[in-house]
């Protein structure tokens, strides 16, 4: 479960979200900048198809193992790959590329508008610029919103984060299953994990145990684009 670096402002603003006070309790320096008030959404039939799609190429990833097209394989990284390849035009060509058989019952497509197109690969980092690469903090501070620290608000698609002091790691809600990577890749060892609610809500180390009594678990996130 691989994570990143904070500063200890940045983790203050995460305490701050997981208690339910929301963006609004951020220090200026941190508040979310412009782009993200009048960022796109998908309406909800899209949202519905996305978050479909979203669980059908994480779970390309465990079944087949991790495609050559997955770069920066850690846990935002799975989260990146997976919305980036969600928000993408799922034709013939994709399909063959992402290993993905068309015998099996897909998604419906999501018939983005140009400016829904443009969000794919597009992330608000932590200095407020716009790229192609997010760390898992990032991910949830500018690109996400919070919703509960209860586990039993998360809809398929939404992020369970965990701030363990100096590292974060994010998890994937499946509805059944929650997925992850580890963030370490051996010959013998792709990284790539599920659990199911009951094995990581009994986890031996309670750091990892998605609880509201677990100060290391700051709730459940949903992406922002999202309705």
């Known amino acids: 479960m691989a994570g990143h670096r904070t ?3 940045r983790r203050t603003l995460l305490r701050c979200l997981a208690a339910g006070a929301g963006v609004a309790a951020a220090p200026a320096a941190l508040a979310l900048k412009g782009p993200l008030t009048q960022q796109v959404r998908l309406s909800q039939a899209q949202t519905r198809a996305f978050q479909a799609w979203m669980l059908r190429i994480i779970s ?3 079944e087949q193992g991790p495609t050559p097209r997955w770069h920066h394989r850690d846990c935002a990284g799975l989260v990146r790959f997976a919305v980036n390849e969600a928000l993408a035009v799922h034709d013939a060509k994709w399909l063959r590329a992402n290993g993905i058989a068309t015998d099996r019952r897909l998604p419906p497509e999501l018939n983005l508008t140009p400016a829904q197109a443009a969000l794919r690969n ?4 932590s200095d407020g610029q716009v790229g192609h690469f997010v760390t898992a ?7 996400s919103r919070f919703v509960a620290r209860e586990i039993s608000q998360a809809l398929p698609g939404d992020l369970l984060f965990f701030d363990q002091g100096d590292e974060q790691h994010l ?3 499946m509805g059944a299953r929650i997925a992850y990577h580890t963030g370490t890749v051996t010959p013998e060892d792709n990284g790539l994990r599920t ?3 009951d094995q990581l809500t009994n986890w031996k180390d309670t750091r990892w145990q998605p609880a509201v009594n677990n100060p290391n678990f700051a709730g459940v996130f949903r992406l922002s684009f999202l309705s």
């Open 137 to 143: 903090l990032a991910l949830v501070q500018n690109n």
């Open 122 to 125: 597009r992330w608000v980092q």
């Open 171 to 173: 998890m994937v809600w």
């Open 60 to 62: 390309a990833q465990v």
């Open 195 to 197: 659990v199911d609610i």
């Open 7 to 9: 500063l200890n402002g």
